[in-house]
């Protein structure tokens, strides 16, 4: 990557520069092997986006039951005038998690920004989002870096820099408890530096039952979303699960402000993932994420003891979603 960059020089503007991944190749099966072998069967949310699951979580976006997309987009349009002045013209803007890109193309749009630096775990979801902002916005410098955010991540230097801004939309930061969502605002925090903001998506505290349809659809696309990370493994880690004998769980845990997604063995089993074996007992789960909820003030005060000051919140129409402007304190 840096020599990439010493050879070539720095960016020119319009142009789409790809860093290829940084993702360890063997990460998934030492990360699917550990959490398997827990007491609380544990798999990392962070691997349901494979190229199928990717198409899934964007059939979620569109689900009647599930606001949180259309609320964020409707909140981003509704306020864009402000969170451009909050933001201020030529920032670096750093999107983590950017997938398809659909809030960030009206962001750019509004903020200018000097550079845009999409980070996503997703090789195929980077290139098609990075390919389509080139056509849209051919002023634009674009930075492409195919890795994973809950890592530190070595951003490429630009040389006209600005102000460093972190988007981090979409409530991806609810995957974290709060004590990792804490150790990730320090490190964003160092990452950003003193002049530094960030724009984070954080889903709201509601009615148990609006979050339960949310994660329950009718149509069984959140159940088909889970279910792959099973046929992942199969695919990828020669697994032999079969997903007849699993069923998709999920409800809220009010007393951990968080909705948890499980997947549950419908009887006693036993599955093999390449050389290992793990046991189920009918009705154990496997653990696949959380998705935490947070107040205004919850999450204000989760980011005072990360470094950052809440400046400035957005809400939607119906209160069910936030937009947090951060800056460096
Ligand atoms: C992408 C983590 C924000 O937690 O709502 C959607 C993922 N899981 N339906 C969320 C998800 C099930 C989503 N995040």
Redesign the pocket.
Known sequence: MAREQRRRGPPRLGQVRFFGSVVAADSFREDAIAGLSLPQKTLP?KYFYDARGSRL?EA?CRLKE?Y?TRCELSLTRGHLGEIARFVGKNCTLVEYGSGDSVKSRLLIGALHPAAYVPVDISEDALRNASDRLRREFPWLSILAVNGDFSRPLKIPLLTRQGRRVIYFP???I??LTPEEAHAFLRMTRGQVGPEGAMLVGV?LKKDANLLHA??NDARGV?AA?NLNLLARINRELKGDFDLRRFRHYAFYNAALGR?E?HLVSLRRQSVNVGRYRFAFEAGETIHT?N?CKYSVEEFRALAAEAGFRGAKVWLDRKGLFALHGLVAV
Request: cysteine-free.
């Open positions: 949310p979580f979620i599930y949180p979409g409530s991806t609810g995957n889903d949310a994660y959140t979303f909705i997604m994420e998705s």
